[in-house]
């Protein structure tokens, strides 16, 4: 069972509150938000219309406590609803969401003052918030940021320049990573890092270039820049140095989320599929009758329930507060994603010509597949924390690793 405790770690832990969330999320996805998916294609814009439907059933407070005007609700909802949304529109899912990578790190290291301020106009969709965390030169590798935040007075001075940052367009607030302080000890590169909460207002905020990416027609990401924004000492979030844990937290919490959204990319694949196949002739038959078909059918729908199976698993030890969560978490987000990866480009193959155009919509489902195996931590990141967390688990600490 090694990392796990026994074979009752693998249990899936859902309830009749989740189902029916999940239906009232499919109604909305299937009614409201589908028959816009071809404008979101084609305007790279989503419509004002779905973010307010999506303020009036409470979206934006999943997994916000009540008390600071969220729905409450933890891993397993945010998961079906990543899961549902995607199915649809996997940039409407990742529209919704991105503000959990504000209000997450905000609940978990925020101060009283933090989350009374800045939690309950975002749990009630009344203000966007985004993540700036990834520079031109740091990515990956978190321990590298370059921007840098220098105390003056009660103020903090920051000066940032972060790109690929998801909903800065329209985001009110940010949670900002930089530099406090510097080490020339290598190994202590991630020592000196701190996140701040900074508003969009505030004078040296500017929102730069769009990046016109490959996937999430809708929700491109913007580069973000501050030039010497005055930040108070207040809106330090967490103590000065705890940048890089509050990262890594933020990373291993929200992950099983993108997990959920490759599954509803999976699963919309699969239908498509699924649904062409049996209407489809060629030869003067379905084309489901032929084994070539059918059997890749039958390998998306293996893939895609063993991918939603590790999904809901990781969710359900997320929700339960388990240390093992981190290392299920990736590993459900690894093999979801490539699983989405794959089962598109097999839907799209088993559409014929038909599945390369445009109109038809499983293209775009490879195409924002491919965005979910790179962004949280791209899979290969993945794997070394699924090793580095053995590791720990084995030896206390990740010897020998990077
Ligand atoms: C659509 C989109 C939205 C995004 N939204 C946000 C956001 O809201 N906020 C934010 O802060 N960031 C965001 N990002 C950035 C995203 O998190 C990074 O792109 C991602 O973490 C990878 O970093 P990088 O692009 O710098 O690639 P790099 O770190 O330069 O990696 C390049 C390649 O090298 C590999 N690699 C790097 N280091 C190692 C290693 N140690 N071992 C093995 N392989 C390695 C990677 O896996 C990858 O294949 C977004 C990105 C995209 C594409």
């Known amino acids: 069972m090694f990392p796990f405790e026994n074979i009752l770690d693998f249990g899936v832990e859902l309830s009749d509150e989740v189902e029916l969330f999940r239906k009232t999320i499919r109604q909305f996805a299937e009614n409201d938000i589908g028959p816009r998916t071809q404008e979101m294609e084609k305007t790279n814009r989503i419509p004002d219309e779905l973010f307010d439907r999506a303020r009036e059933l409470g979206l934006f407070g999943i997994g916000i406590p009540p008390e600071y005007d969220g729905q409450g ?57 985004a993540h700036a965390n990834t520079e031109p030169i740091a990515g990956s590798d978190v321990a590298g940021i370059q921007s840098t935040a220098k105390r003056d007075g009660d103020h903090w001075i920051v000066n940032a320049q972060k790109i690929f940052i998801t909903g800065a367009d329209k985001a009110d607030y940010f949670v900002v990573s930089a530099r406090t302080s510097s080490s020339q000890n290598r190994k202590e590169r991630w020592k000196g890092l701190s996140f701040f909460i900074v508003e969009k207002d505030w004078p040296g905020v500017r929102i730069g270039q769009k990046f016109e990416v490959i996937g999430l027609r809708g929700e491109q990401p913007n580069e973000v820049i501050l030039e010497d924004v005055k930040v108070p000492e207040e809106n330090l979030l967490g103590r000065e140095g705890d940048g890089f844990k509050i990262a890594v937290t933020t990373y291993d919490y929200g992950r099983v989320g993108i997990a959920g959204q490759a599954v509803g990319i999976a699963q919309a694949a699969f239908e498509k599929a699924f649904n062409y196949a049996i209407q489809r002739r060629a030869f003067e038959r379905p084309i489901i009758s032929f084994e070539a078909v059918s059997f890749k059918l039958a390998d998306i729908l293996m893939k895609l329930e063993a991918a939603r199976l590790m999904t809901y698993w990781a969710a359900t030890l997320q929700e339960k507060g388990r240390d093992e969560a981190v290392v299920a978490a990736s590993l459900a987000k690894t093999f979801a994603t490539e699983v989405a990866e794959w089962a598109s480009a097999a839907s799209i193959k088993i559409h014929g010509g038909v599945g390369l155009d445009r109109e038809v919509g499983v293209e775009g489902l490879l195409r924002d597949s491919l965005v979910t195996t790179i962004y949280e931590g791209t899979n290969d990141i993945q794997r070394i924390t699924i090793i580095r967390q053995l590791m720990r688990k084995l030896f206390g600490s990740a010897v020998g690793m990077i």
């Open 73 to 129: 609700g933890g891993p397993l909802m945010l998961t079906v609803m990543m899961e549902e949304l995607s199915r649809v529109s996997p940039a409407f899912a990742t529209a919704v969401a991105v503000s959990g990578l504000f209000t997450v790190p905000v609940m978990l290291f925020g101060d009283e003052g933090q989350k009374r301020k800045y939690l309950p106009p975002v749990a009630r969709g009344e203000r966007f918030a």
